[in-house]
């Protein structure tokens, strides 16, 4: 079945610690994405990519860092810069052309302790 | 510069009965409008999107949305709730605009948790 998997589910990490995110799509979609979720403010947008090697800040890229070697793969490193980090993080991938909608990940809830 | 402005924070409703979700945007460009759920610790579901067309937008699960240019609004409406529609909802625009910076980019209002109690 198609789809965005990200890993893993749950990650606890030391604070001072950089930490990798995977996030991983085999729908074929050129773009994706990655978004921070904390309570009563929605998902913000890190950063994104719309073509293999290339990838934009977002809104709150701050202390945050991606690759974008191959198609189907976006991890995220939040490193040890990002003052706030624990947070639900969600991937999401489309189609990038005029029309298209976005498919999302089951999301990587990350507690720095 | 994009905006969502999701009007409510918390709605709770009684099972089967109707229920309003608000959405208001602001943009200076064409956009499209989506409406997600979330169902908790989960990643966000598709219910419904507006790219052109009808104003009147159906969904999955017997949700619909009306797109008011005028007001720049997108509510999102269910006639009938049930227990299982307890999620968040998330209202989100994009540009339609091929090429502009903020192509390809969702901005998100706050989210709107709805409870429908028994």
Redesign the interface.
């Known amino acids: 079945d198609g789809g965005i998997t990200q890993s893993p589910k749950y990650l606890f990490r030391k604070e001072g610690q950089n930490v990798t995110l995977s996030c991983e799509q085999n729908l074929n979609h050129d773009a994706m994405y990655w978004y921070r979720q904390d309570p009563g403010q929605g998902l913000r947008l890190i950063y994104y990519s719309q073509i293999v090697n290339d990838f934009q800040k977002g809104d709150i890229a701050e202390g945050y860092s991606v690759s974008r070697e191959k198609k189907e793969s976006f991890p995220l490193t939040v490193t040890s810069a990002q003052k706030n980090p624990t947070a639900f993080y969600l991937c999401a991938s489309s189609i990038a052309n005029r029309l298209y909608e976005a498919f999302f990940g089951q999301g990587t809830r990350l507690t720095v302790v | 510069a994009q905006s969502?402005t999701?009007l409510d924070?918390q709605v709770p409703v009684f099972e089967e009965a109707p229920v309003e979700l608000r959405c208001n945007y602001s943009s200076s460009v064409s956009v499209y409008l989506?409406w997600?759920v979330q169902y908790p610790?989960?990643?966000?579901?598709?219910l419904l999107?507006y790219?052109s067309g009808s104003t009147l937008v159906k969904g999955i699960n017997g949700f619909e949305a009306e797109f008011n240019k005028s007001q720049t609004s997108f509510h999102l409406r269910k006639p009938s709730v049930h227990i299982s529609d307890t999620a968040e909802y998330?209202c989100a625009v994009s540009d339609?605009y091929?090429g502009g910076?903020s192509y390809?980019?969702?901005?998100?209002?706050?989210?709107t948790i709805l409870t429908v109690h028994p």
């Open positions: 969502v999701q924070s989506f997600y610790n989960q990643g966000l579901q598709l999107k790219l998330f339609q091929a910076t390809g980019k969702l901005t998100f209002g706050q989210g």
